[in-house]
């Protein structure tokens, strides 16, 4: 099994601003992934961060809004950068073990 | 690119009133994952499905994987109130560690 942490839990932003999302891991993990969550939708996978190497983005999402960091087999992050109120949702890391699990997620609004 | 449709959107039932949803794919899926989100909470894993015409049961939920593998459907006998939530299928394209695309996810309400 795996245990996800992310911090912070919420955030309110200002339009503009960029905010930093942090994903602990309990145990060593080779694919972790940030999804997007948007009120009441279903899940978007934003992209997949890559140990040692740039994450894998998928279509409709680019490294300079969505820069993702992968120092560690356990630690990822990813920045929402220079935010609008379009960027409004929780933000959901996810690691694949035996099955996959999602972190408690974070719930972003931008003002 | 592949798509992952789920009908109903939104279901009310009475308590012990069955309740079905279905997911369907646009192309041949390695996979299908079935996950439950309690209003406020993330995603929980419930199963995976691989083998064409696959049939799993836990407890009161069965969950089937069609022949073609292009859809999938999970069906609650007797909803109780704790089964309240929304519940996504998601599928993989390929084998091994893939990439997921999920269906937008059936709400379930139970009245009492």
């Known amino acids: 099994s795996a245990v996800i942490s992310q911090k912070p839990s919420r955030d309110i932003c200002q339009r503009g601003t960029s905010l930093t999302i942090q994903c602990q891991v309990d145990s060593q993990v080779t694919m972790m992934f940030w999804y997007r969550q948007q009120p009441g939708q279903s899940l978007t996978l934003i992209a997949t961060a890559n140990q040692g190497s740039e994450a894998t983005y998928e279509s409709g999402f680019v490294i300079d809004k969505f820069p993702i960091s992968r120092p560690n087999l356990t630690f990822s992050t990813l920045t929402v950068s220079n935010m609008s109120p379009e960027d409004s949702s929780i933000y959901l890391c996810?690691?694949?073990?035996?099955?996959?699990?999602f972190g408690p997620g974070t719930r972003l609004t931008v003002t | 690119g592949q798509q992952v449709m789920q009908i109903p959107q939104y279901q009310h039932v009475q308590e012990g009133e069955d309740f079905t949803t279905y997911c369907n794919s646009s192309t041949t899926l390695s996979n299908i994952q079935w996950y439950k989100q309690r209003p406020g909470g993330h995603p929980v894993f419930l199963i995976q499905l691989v083998k064409s015409g696959e049939v799993k049961k836990q407890k009161r939920l069965t969950f089937q994987f069609g022949e073609a593998k292009k859809n999938s459907s999970l069906h609650i006998t007797a909803t109780q109130t704790t089964d309240v939530g929304t519940y996504f299928c998601a599928g993989t394209k390929y084998s091994g560690y893939s990439t997921l695309t999920f269906g937008k996810g059936t709400m379930l309400l139970v009245s009492p």
């Open positions: 996810s690691v694949a073990a035996d099955e996959q699990y």
